[in-house]
């Protein structure tokens, strides 16, 4: 299966891409993918275009709606998990239909869209600097309160040499004459369907539109340099192993354009005691027979703390208790996992003669007799390890 791409990307869009913007991606994206358009072309032609089509769908899906947008911006793809499927079995509907829905009916019937113009190509794109991706290892006590990172990374940046043009004096930059400054080249084919038009970055110029005819000494011309630099990163609590944050514009510069993102994915540090699922956690404390039977005070290991258990007298092996809200948080802010503490009762494999007597002494007066209570209580308990 392919990595999906960033949704930002799908649509040719910047992270500060307004909501007409991000409409006016997707009506381009519709125009050029929607199957109607391809039905006269290849199997091959149809399946790409259908692939993108979806592709471009899901993503408008995502950044169309503010909340889901907010998650996606901070959290990648794990903020919105199964919230951007669409059913499909019904086929993909009419590309009439879904343009008259994004802009209230204003564009009438299908055919008023003019297939042969050029009305999806465009001006210059703006140029996006690459994605930096990082590691950062938390502890469970780090997760549960959130905190702050500092994260050391190499970065391109504008050359200060040149103030990122690439030369030092404007007169060395002009403008590209393949694509006469819009960093866009136009590719045209004519079919019974009528012309379609299809854009692609200008290889001379790189899509930034201008050429550099004597090049800065520092940058070689590119605008950029690579450094290394350390920011701080502010880490929300709740989050989980393998969850990715973007931060917006700390990736790489790009000339003549925006920064990229930086991608931090969260390692989480195996806790000596405590084993986490989502947001509960879960940990086994053993205690002697004696303090089974006649009940006893333990300290159990908390994020927050110590915590002392009363452990009630006549406590089976494999009871679990719950300690209601010593979890973790949520993520997302709904509410905070609770902590499940499994009570094991420890055999001793060797007895002095004095504990051999006692016990010898208890084996006729104390029989065992589990109620059926208490069985239905460790089959269900038991399950959560």
Known sequence: MAEKRDYYEVLGLGKNASADDIKGAYRKAALKWHPDRWVNGSDAEKKT????????????????????????????????????????????????????????????????????????????????????????????????????????LERNRPCPECSGKGAKNSSDIKTCPTCKGSGQVQHVTNSLFG???????????????????????????S??????????????????????????????????????????VIEEVPHAELKREAENLFCTKTISIADAALGCEVAIPCLDGPYTLKVEAGTQSGTVQKLRGKGLPSVNGYGRGDLYVKILVWIPRRLSRQEREALEAMRDSVKPDPTREDRALFEKESKYF
């Open 49 to 152: 275009a259908e692939e993108k089509f979806k592709e471009a769908s899901e993503a408008y899906s995502v950044l169309s709606d503010p909340d889901r947008k907010a998650k996606y911006d901070q959290f990648g793809f794990a903020g919105v998990d199964g919230a951007a499927g669409q059913d499909w079995s019904q086929g993909f509907g009419s590309l009439n239909d879904i343009l008259n829905n994004l802009f209230g009916g204003a564009f009438g019937s299908f055919g008023g869209f003019g297939f042969g113009g050029s009305g999806f190509g465009g001006g210059q794109r703006t140029q996006r600097g690459r994605d930096i991706r990082t590691k950062v290892r938390l502890t469970l006590e780090e997760i549960a309160s959130g905190c702050s990172k500092e994260v050391s």
């Open 223 to 264: 605008g950029l340099v690579r450094i290394k630099e350390t920011i701080r990163v502010q880490i929300p609590a709740g989050v989980e192993n393998g969850m990715q944050l973007n931060v917006r514009g700390e990736g790489h510069s790009a000339r003549d354009g925006v920064n990229g993102d930086l991608l931090v």
């Open 195 to 221: 012309r379609t038009i299809t854009m692609a970055q200008c290889p001379q110029c790189g899509g930034s539109g201008k050429v550099v005819t004597n090049p800065c000494p520092k940058c070689k011309g």
